[in-house]
C-alpha cells in the first residue's frame, strides 16, 4: 500500500498530535497495547519519533520542524492509521510500568496484570520472598515478566519458556539489556516438556488464553501479533488446562502457580468446580489472575 504523506501544511508538534488524532480516528484505530486513546497514542508516537521525552509534550507543541522531520513523522503516523499496525511494532518497544522492552512482530506486544503483582511479591501468599529460589515464566514470549520476576525476587534464577525460538530471540535481546543472562535462561519448550526434573518455588504464566469466537473477532491490531502467542483454543483453555494438569509435578511443596487468563473466569470455573482458586486484585478487578497453591493442584 502506498502511503500519501501531504508534509506541505505541517509545521509544528501541535500539527502533527493534530493529524495523528485526526487520521487514527478516521480509521478506526484500535487501542488495547497499554495506550487507550488516539490523543495518547499520536502523542506517544510523535514525540517517540522526534527523539524526545516522551513524558513532555506541552514544551514542543509549538517548535518548528525540519521537512525531513515532519515527513519521519507522517510516516509512522500514517502506518499506524492506514495499516493498523500496533504502535509498538512501529517503534519498538513497549512499557511495563517503568520498565521498557524491545518488541518486533515476533512476539505479542507485552500486556500483563501478573505485572502489577511482581513487585509485592504477590503478597500475603508468599510469606518469604527472600526463600523463593527458583521461578518458572511460562509462554515467556519477549522475556519481560521473566525480567520482572528477576528484578523483584532478586536471589532467585527465573526459567523463561516459550515454544517459539523467534519470541526466544527477543527475549534473549531483553535479558542481555537487563543484564541478566546470569539468572534468566531462556528454554524452548512446548510448555514443560522439554523441562528437566526441576522444581519451582513459583511459576508465572501469562498464556494464550483467546477462546475460537473472540479470535474470529480481533482487531487488525490484534491479529498483528503472533496467533500462537493469543489462540487459546474453543473455550480459551487448552494450555490452561496443561498447566492446571502438570503444574504440581513441577512445584516445590508449598509453591504457587500465578496465571493470567483474560475473561475466562466463569470458563474456568465452571471446568473445576471443585478447585479454590485464589482469584487477585489488580487494577481492572479481580477476575483476570488466579493463584493455587502446589497441594491445590492435587
Not at 496467533?227 to 488446562?241: H, K, M, N, Q, W
Not at 471446568?271 to 493455587?292: H, K
Request: net charge negative.
Amino acid at each position: 500500500m502506498m502511503l500519501q504523506s501531504p508534509t506541505g501544511p505541517f509545521r509544528t508538534v501541535r500539527d502533527l498530535l493534530r493529524y495523528g488524532v485526526s487520521i487514527m480516528n478516521e480509521a478506526g484505530a484500535f487501542f488495547g497495547h497499554g495506550i487507550g486513546s488516539a490523543y495518547d497514542e499520536a502523542a506517544y508516537l510523535v514525540l517517540h519519533s522526534l527523539h524526545l521525552p516522551l513524558d513532555t509534550l506541552e514544551p514542543f507543541l509549538d517548535a518548528r520542524l525540519t521537512e525531513a522531520e515532519v515527513n519521519s513523522v507522517v510516516e509512522v503516523l500514517e502506518r499506524r492509521a492506514r495499516l493498523r499496525i500496533p504502535a509498538a511494532y512501529l517503534t519498538q518497544e513497549a512499557w511495563l510500568g517503568e520498565h521498557r522492552f524491545y518488541v518486533d512482530e515476533r512476539v505479542i506486544v507485552p500486556r500483563s496484570f501478573i505485572a502489577e503483582l511482581l513487585p509485592q511479591h504477590f503478597a500475603p501468599w508468599i510469606e518469604s520472598p527472600g526463600k523463593v529460589a527458583r521461578i518458572l515464566d511460562m509462554c515467556t514470549g519477549s522475556g519481560c515478566l521473566a525480567i520482572l520476576a528477576a528484578l523483584a525476587f532478586p536471589d532467585a534464577t527465573v526459567d523463561a519458556v516459550d515454544i517459539s525460538p523467534d519470541a526466544l530471540a527477543v527475549a534473549r535481546r531483553n535479558v542481555t539489556d537487563y543484564e541478566l543472562g546470569d539468572r534468566v535462561r531462556l528454554v524452548q519448550s512446548d510448555l514443560f516438556d522439554g523441562l528437566e526434573a526441576t522444581r519451582y518455588d513459583l511459576i508465572i504464566s501469562n498464556p494464550p488464553y483467546v477462546d475460537r469466537p473472540s479470535m474470529m473477532a480481533l482487531p487488525k491490531e490484534y491479529r498483528a501479533e503472533p496467533e500462537l502467542a493469543l489462540a487459546g483454543g474453543e473455550d480459551g483453555l487448552s494450555v490452561v488446562r496443561s498447566l492446571m494438569r502438570r503444574a504440581r509435578s513441577y512445584l516445590n511443596r508449598g509453591g504457587k502457580l500465578v496465571v493470567e487468563l483474560g475473561h475466562n473466569r466463569a470458563a474456568l470455573e465452571q471446568a473445576y468446580p471443585d478447585v479454590d482458586f485464589t482469584w487477585l486484585t489488580v487494577s481492572a478487578g479481580d477476575d483476570f489472575v488466579f493463584l493455587l497453591d502446589q497441594d491445590h493442584l492435587a
